[in-house]
């Protein structure tokens, strides 16, 4: 698997200066947040909107080659939603974002009802998923003709996507979406609990060790 920038290096289980500017948002118990990186240094802040279940946020600069934001869990019935994973939607916006700039890197760090990470969930575009992106921007407005190349799955979801709104995207299990495109290639993936806490894959978000 290949290294997925500084932020999922080994030293991610120490305090980081990542993770203290997460932990020291305004209200990141409660509300998603977004930013872009470059390939090192802080983070820049991406949000114009922040609620409990979406951000949204500007686009990247030129330069800026990660995204993070985060998945509040205050909510006890969002632990049974695979909050640890990507959403569909977050899924399909990034490859958007992917074929047009040079967001390489994918991360979302779940945060606990105390304000804490408890834990990353991390991507890296392969340039499969990077090709799939270009076809896939080209045809956003016009699904009909979105169907060689395309797996039926990721069209079935497209679709579904296109017809309802965020919330729910996450009718469907996350982690179906996001191990499909692991398995085929398109992405390389890690797990990263923060100290305290392991990943449980039958609930699909990070619990107390
Ligand atoms: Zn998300």
Redesign the pocket.
């Known amino acids: 698997m290949r290294a997925l920038t500084r932020l999922s290096k080994g030293n991610i289980k120490k305090k980081t200066p990542v993770r203290d500017q997460i932990e020291a948002t305004k209200d990141i118990d409660r509300y998603?947040m977004g930013w872009y990186g470059r390939r090192s240094g802080p983070l820049n802040p991406a949000a114009t909107k922040r609620t409990e279940d979406?951000v949204i946020g500007r686009n990247p600069r030129k330069g800026e080659i990660r995204s993070i934001?985060t998945?509040p869990n205050f909510r006890r019935q969002m632990l049974l939603e695979n909050s640890a994973y990507?959403?569909s939607?977050?899924l399909t916006s990034w490859s958007i974002e992917a074929a047009a700039t040079d967001l390489r890197y994918f991360h979302?760090a779940s945060i606990g009802p105390d304000g804490k990470v408890m834990g990353y969930f991390s991507y890296a575009a392969t340039k499969k998923f990077i090709e799939f992106s270009k076809i896939e921007l080209k045809y956003y407005h016009n699904y009909e003709k979105f169907e060689h190349d395309v797996p039926q799955f990721i069209l079935n979801l497209e679709r579904r996507l296109c017809s309802e709104k965020h919330a729910s995207g996450r009718a469907f299990r996350e982690s179906e979406v996001s191990e499909y495109f692991v398995k085929k290639g398109y992405l390389a993936h890690r797990i990263t609990p923060m100290p305290g806490y392991v990943f449980s894959k039958d609930y699909g978000f990070f619990v107390k060790a």
Request: hydrophobic share 20%; glycine share 0%; net charge negative.
């Open positions: 998603e979406e934001h998945h990507p959403s939607f977050d979302v």
